[in-house]
């Protein structure tokens, strides 16, 4: 009779403890302001976790590079010491050489293409690509097509020779500003603003997003739209974590990233009246292909021709 007592206060015990166990903390960090597309899809994503997931998950959302910038935010993911990170896709060469793709040149027409890519099934197997080396993505974000911008006029690529941007850590994106002439500078982001100001570096390439929210167009007299590639993002987590996760909370977690974010920061840059926007004309945007369309061949050992093909067949509307 005892025992049964013992048994039965057990299992009561373990119910309480289970009842009222402690939510699951999930530390997303980015690097990049609250009021960008990846800042507010953070938001966002933290909402509908906690949503469909009440009382079992909490999201702490830390933005602006508040727990790690962008050299650390992979180590800390892999060290378990965040457990979402959402770096842009050319920051994962050092794991896979096939997200390059997203750093070709003129690769896709406009967000649209790309969009169609990343829900293909070539663009589906990517998010698995790096499980290997300890990472799942859970999907991707858009921030847009980039735009070039310095303190000279861009019209031609010959305008760029000389000039010294700055990049993202990125082979493809330094290939493609030396084919130009250009001088690539790596640099963090969070540098990006005072680099800028204080003539370290000439100009830069962003989406409109973050020539705005990070007041880029106050330091730069002009900004051509180039539409030149594309800065995404791969919301990514440790697989291990990830797979240690019970069944339901991983469904709740994916569904709440399912989600799209598209905004145009283009007319407040223009309103604050601090830069001049240039617009190319068609042949002076075939120019700029045609100068840098040399990377696509350069880099299609690494990434494969057919996620080459693959991204260019996007391009056709359906």
């Not at 906690?50 to 790690?68: A, D, I, M, T």
């Not at 649209?112 to 890519?117: I, Y």
Request: one cysteine or more.
């Amino acid at each position: 009779m005892k025992l049964i007592i013992a048994f039965c206060s057990a299992i009561l015990l373990s119910l309480s403890v289970a009842v009222s166990a402690d939510p699951i903390i999930i530390k997303y960090s980015h690097v990049v302001a609250v009021d960008t597309p990846k800042g507010q899809a953070a938001l966002k994503f933290k909402e509908l976790a906690e949503k469909y997931l009440p009382g079992k998950v909490k999201v702490e959302v830390f933005p602006n590079s508040q727990l790690y910038g962008d050299g650390k935010e992979m180590e800390a993911l892999l060290l378990g010491d965040v457990q979402i990170v959402a770096p842009a896709l050319a920051k994962f060469g050092k794991y896979t050489k096939k997200l390059q793709v997203f750093d070709l040149p003129f690769l896709f027409d406009n967000i649209e293409a790309v969009d169609r890519f990343q829900r293909s099934p070539k663009g589906l197997e990517l998010l698995n690509s790096m499980e290997d080396k300890g990472l799942i993505g859970l999907g991707f974000l858009h921030n847009g097509m980039k735009q070039l911008s310095a303190n000279v006029p861009l019209r031609t690529p010959e305008d760029a020779k000389g000039l010294k941007f700055r990049i993202m850590s990125s082979d493809v994106l330094e290939a493609q500003f030396k084919d130009i002439g250009a001088n690539p500078q790596k640099l963090a982001f969070a540098e990006v603003y005072q680099a800028l100001q204080s003539g370290v570096v000439d100009g830069a390439e962003n989406p409109w997003s973050n020539i705005y929210t990070k007041k880029f167009y106050e330091v730069q007299k002009y900004i051509t739209e180039s539409d030149h590639g594309v800065l995404d993002y791969m919301v990514v987590t440790n697989a291990k974590w990830w797979n240690g996760l019970p069944a339901d909370v991983r469904a709740g977690l994916a569904k709440a990233m399912a989600m799209t974010e598209d905004e145009s920061y283009r007319a407040k840059v223009i309103a604050a009246k601090k830069a001049e926007v240039i617009t190319l004309t068609k042949a002076q945007k075939a120019e700029w292909r045609k100068a840098m369309k040399p990377v696509w061949a350069q880099f299609e050992p690494e990434i494969g021709k057919d996620l080459i093909d693959a991204a260019q067949q996007a391009n056709e509307t359906k």
